[in-house]
């Protein structure tokens, strides 16, 4: 509500009454508890017209009131003394939980929404300890900052926090340099998105080998412990260290994920994939070790091996399933990596993209009516970025692209049992180097 | 460790910043001739919840002058361009559907 806090513009926001606390603590966090908000029945989309004029006319779910006479009260009923007065609030977050039996305090996280609700180690000094002892940095050292949406605060964690969150999560200590990369990211693998997004991380270099991680058979499956610990620390600190990721409040995932259990956190098979490992393909030395993130995973579509007459039309099939606005990442099993370059003489992961990219169409009407596109991409190219702006130039049955070339992505991972091979939906974020956190 | 004796554990999460409270506009004393744009913010048809809102404004209150204002991307980004206009032309603003 920049509008009215800077420019001085007295504003009402109607919002969906689903939303209400999400939307009320996120006045607070901003320090406008007495932003006026008005709510009208959930939901807006797909509603007519005379459906939605009932809103306007009828009450606000939340207080009962008309809506529209709130509107008008929000718009012109002065504030009162209180609301007025700048005040500063302290906020701080107790180094230590008030001791307790190990059954107590495991009730007392899982009250609190601080774990996935899965049992976790409680972290002990001496746990935390044996966990800090793996990194050269100071346990008070800030690694970043998180939040779960655009609209919220960030919050701030230091190592100690880290570690804490990795102990709970059941991590080997030796663990502890990927989580802390994770953490540094400030990607959060907690984001609220109505949408239920989760979040992948791909690990790359030596440090796959030495902390034993999977990057064959089974390796986006609970069969391994480095894998399942460090992405579920992920989520953990994630969750933990951003203020919270509760139903509701700060997570508001219509239908929630099954990956945000593990975070679908795995090395790339780097051994037997025919190609560049994906941290070089981002800046790193092969004998760098790193970790990419990658949000919005969603969509997934997958499929077998590659056939000869049609192999084309399969993966155009593939994508078309993909909702438009997240981009594909080819996770491919060995087998299947070589097959695109034996069908497509895809020698790089460049070469694949570019053919994914030039094949991911759809007839523009089709396109442009998508929620997602109408919501997230419409806009953008209603004001004119490219190549949006060009696209929806196109005539409503010419087959448009339906993704940007930088956002498609290629990891090899799997154990060669048969070639299937999967697309997920999701956003590369970034690389970030695990040797820097030892 | 097991049973009843009492252990200390670390509190697992982060640090939360200072939050400072924000002076808001002050409000208009009434709405009749005054300028209220209906901002919308291009989310799940908001579009046609706010045209209802015009709707109503002209039915039951036509003094009130209403402008119809679809902010210049998508909802992430800030657009002081669509601020600016308003202050320089508006009396108040009515932004939805926020969520």
Redesign the interface.
């Known amino acids: 509500?920049?509008?009215?806090?800077?420019?001085?513009?007295?504003?009402?926001?109607?919002?969906?009454a689903v939303?209400q606390w999400?939307?009320r603590s996120v006045a607070?966090?901003?320090?406008?508890?007495?932003?006026?908000?008005v709510f009208?029945p959930q939901?807006?989309?797909?509603?007519s017209?005379g459906e939605?004029?009932a809103?306007?006319?009828g009450n606000d779910p939340i207080t009962g009131r008309p809506v529209?006479q709130e509107?008008?009260e929000g718009?012109?009923?002065?504030?009162g003394a209180e609301e007025?007065?700048?005040?500063?609030?302290?906020?701080?977050?107790?180094?230590?939980?008030e001791?307790?039996?190990?059954?107590d305090?495991s009730r007392l996280?899982q009250e609190n929404q601080?774990t996935d609700q899965l049992p976790i180690i409680?972290?002990?000094?001496e746990r935390?300890a044996a966990m800090l002892a793996r990194t050269s940095r100071k346990p008070d050292e800030v690694v970043g900052h998180?939040r779960p949406t655009?609209f919220r605060?960030?919050?701030?964690?230091?190592v100690?926090?880290v570690a804490?969150?990795a102990v709970?999560a059941g991590a080997k200590p030796e663990y502890l340099p990927v989580i802390l990369a994770l953490a540094a990211s400030g990607v959060s693998a907690r984001g609220s998105s109505?949408s239920s997004m989760a979040t992948m991380a791909v690990v790359n270099g030596p440090i796959r080998n030495r902390l034993g991680m999977n990057c064959g058979t089974g390796a986006m499956a609970p069969y391994n412990h480095a894998n399942a610990t460090i992405g579920r620390a992920y989520g953990?600190l994630s969750q933990?260290?951003?203020?919270?990721s509760v139903p509701g409040h700060t997570y508001?995932g219509s239908q929630g994920n099954g990956y945000a259990y593990g975070s679908a956190t795995f090395g790339e098979n780097e051994e037997r994939s025919p190609w560049e490992p994906f941290h070089v393909q981002h800046g790193f030395k092969p004998a760098e070790s790193a970790v990419s993130v990658f949000t919005g995973c969603r969509a997934t579509a997958f499929s077998l091996g590659l056939r000869e007459k049609h192999w084309r039309d399969h993966v155009r099939n593939m994508l078309r399933g993909l909702d438009p606005r997240t981009p594909p990442t080819l996770l491919l099993d060995p087998l299947t990596a070589r097959m695109f370059i034996d069908r497509g003489g895809f020698d790089t992961k460049e070469k694949l993209i570019a053919w994914i990219d030039d094949n991911a169409r759809m007839p523009a009407g089709e396109f442009w009516d998508y929620?997602l596109a109408?919501?997230?991409i419409?806009?953008?190219a209603t004001?004119g970025?490219e190549p949006w702006a060009t696209r929806l130039n196109a005539a409503p049955n010419e087959p448009i692209q339906m993704f940007l070339r930088k956002d498609i992505h290629v990891v090899v991972v799997g154990g060669e049992t048969n070639p299937y091979w999967r697309i997920m939906g999701c956003t590369y974020q970034k690389t970030v180097s695990v040797d820097e956190w030892k | 460790?097991?049973?009843?004796?009492?252990?200390?554990?670390?509190?697992?999460?982060?640090?939360?910043?200072?939050?400072?409270?924000?002076?808001?506009?002050?409000?208009?004393?009434?709405?009749d001739d005054k300028t209220?744009?209906l901002?919308d913010c291009?989310?799940?048809?908001?579009e046609?919840?706010?045209?209802?809102?015009q709707?109503?404004f002209h039915d039951?209150m036509p003094s009130v002058r209403t402008v119809f204002k679809?902010?210049?991307?998508?909802y992430?980004k800030?657009d002081p361009k669509t601020?600016?206009e308003?202050?320089a032309n508006?009396?108040?603003?009515?932004?939805?559907?926020?969520?």
């Open positions: 509500m920049k509008i009215d806090h800077e420019y001085g513009v007295p504003t009402v926001a109607v919002h969906t939303f999400v939307v607070r966090a901003n320090g406008m508890p007495h932003m006026r908000q009208v939901p807006v989309i797909g509603k017209p939605l004029s809103y306007v006319d529209m509107v008008i718009l012109t009923a002065p504030f007025l007065k700048e005040t500063t609030f302290e906020r701080s977050t107790p180094r230590w939980v001791p307790a039996s190990e059954e305090l996280f601080w409680l972290p002990t000094e935390v998180m655009d605060e960030y919050w701030e964690y230091t100690e926090k804490v969150n709970m109505t953990l933990n260290l951003q203020g919270g508001m929620q109408q919501n997230y419409y806009p953008r004001f970025e | 460790m097991a049973g009843r004796d009492k252990i200390t554990v670390l509190n697992p999460m982060g640090y939360p910043p200072k939050v400072t409270r924000q002076s808001l506009a002050p409000r208009l004393d009434q709405l209220i744009y901002v291009r989310f799940d048809d908001s046609l919840l706010l045209k209802e809102i709707n109503w039951r679809r902010i210049s991307s998508v992430l800030d601020w600016e308003i202050k508006g009396d108040g603003a009515i932004i939805g559907v926020g969520h």
